[in-house]
């Protein structure tokens, strides 16, 4: 038996174990990319840090993030391709992992 797996016997009720994922291809980075998920409209779900100048309501009344012209997302700095608003960027930004199945289907 494997000593971490003692000590989740030894409590009075079974603990589950968290299984470990593979972590995502190192080859697979925001670095690596396109930003294609920043082509995506994004829908501003619940409590959001985005600023109001880079929000925008859409043809069916959601509230999302703003794209310019080109179809990509206001808060992407062209020169850089990085969000400008990392730090405050929208849930459904921060739920599209890196390498995710979301992420890979994009690409």
Do not use: H
């Not at 470990?20 to 501003?44: G, K, W, Y």
């Not at 179809?71 to 992407?76: K, L, N, Q, R």
């Not at 405050?88 to 199945?101: A, H, I, N, T, W």
């Amino acid at each position: 038996m494997i000593p971490s797996m003692l000590t989740i016997t030894s409590f009075a009720y079974p603990m589950p174990l968290i299984p470990v994922t593979t972590p995502p291809n190192p080859a697979i980075t925001c670095e690596s990319c396109d930003a294609a998920c920043c082509r995506l409209q994004v829908l501003l779900i619940g409590d959001n840090d985005v600023p109001d100048e880079l929000t925008d309501v859409s043809d069916w009344g959601g509230q999302v993030m703003r794209r310019l012209d080109d179809g990509w997302c206001a808060a992407v700095d062209r020169s850089t391709m990085r969000c400008t608003i990392y730090s405050k960027r929208s849930q459904l930004c921060r739920d599209f992992e890196v390498g995710s199945r979301e992420c890979l289907d994009e690409r």
